[in-house]
């Protein structure tokens, strides 16, 4: 793998936490589409990043979403639930920020913010385990 593409990765991957870190600010002030769209993009990023790991790559957000799913999720290498997350985030940012008079719910978005968390760091791992970058101290 080109040195370029492993910074790439690892942008990503910084990307994915800096968008949850604002989605966690956002959650404490209240605006609740706005963290979904940062939950989104956190967990977009990191599937970016994972992606990249195997030089895949596409220009639109379903391209991300398929290619994850055929070559992660399908194959066993994530949990299916962690699919069907970023599936119901990307939903769920397209009404936020494109569809009129929606708002979420609060505490519901509160768990979306869990299982993003959640999702992020999972997809890290498998990241970092592509990468043969150790985790959490233990060698790669």
Not at 4 to 9: D, G, M, P, Q, S
Not at 16 to 23: D, I, Y
Not at 97 to 109: C, G, K, P, T
Request: aromatic share 12%.
């Amino acid at each position: 793998m080109k040195e370029e593409t492993r910074i790439l990765i690892m942008y990503r991957l910084e990307r994915a936490r800096e968008s949850f870190e604002e989605a966690g600010i956002l959650l404490e002030h209240g605006y609740a589409n706005t963290v979904v769209n940062r939950l989104y993009y956190a967990c977009f990023y990191a599937v970016s990043a994972l992606l990249l790991t195997r030089g895949f790559s596409s220009a639109k957000h379903s391209g991300i979403r398929s290619l994850f799913h055929q070559i992660f999720v399908k194959s066993g290498q994530i949990d299916p639930e962690l699919g069907q997350l970023f599936d119901r985030l990307f939903d769920n940012r397209q009404k936020g920020d494109y569809a009129d008079l929606v708002r979420f719910d609060l505490n519901e978005v509160r768990d979306w913010y869990d299982e993003a968390g959640e999702f992020v760091e999972s997809v890290e791992k498998v990241v970092k385990r592509e990468l043969n970058i150790p985790i959490n101290g233990a060698p790669g």
